[in-house]
């Protein structure tokens, strides 16, 4: 069990286990959620918001008809210089 003391202004110090364990570093935000029972869950904000666009984005690849990295580089290619058909789901 860790401990953190509020300050008057309502900050708080993050335990050092604490903050390997969600791997956070200086400038990170917080995300609190509150749970159905009321328990309250503090993770990495940042490594969140990435699991969500990944489960957004899940099938995406498919959709586009990108199977590997040379897809993904011609894709790349055809914003940059043009010709922007791959764009829109096959």
């Given at each position: 069990?860790n401990?953190?003391r509020i300050?008057?202004?309502?900050?708080i110090t993050v335990?050092?286990?604490?903050?390997?364990l969600l791997?956070?570093?200086?400038?990170?935000?917080?995300l609190?959620?509150?749970k159905?029972n009321?328990?309250?869950?503090?993770?990495n904000?940042?490594?969140t918001?990435?699991?969500k666009?990944?489960?957004?984005?899940?099938?995406?690849?498919?959709?586009?008809?990108?199977?590997?990295d040379?897809?993904?580089?011609e894709m790349?290619n055809?914003i940059?210089?043009?010709?922007?058909k791959r764009?829109?789901?096959r």
């Open positions: 069990m401990l953190a300050s008057a202004n309502g900050q335990p050092i286990e604490i903050r390997r791997k956070l570093k200086e400038g990170d935000k917080l609190f959620i509150q159905e009321g328990e309250v869950v503090i993770d904000a940042a490594k918001a990435l699991i666009a990944q489960k957004s984005f899940s099938g995406a690849a498919e959709d586009f008809g990108v199977k590997n040379d897809d993904v580089q790349v055809e940059r210089y043009g010709n922007k764009l829109k789901p």
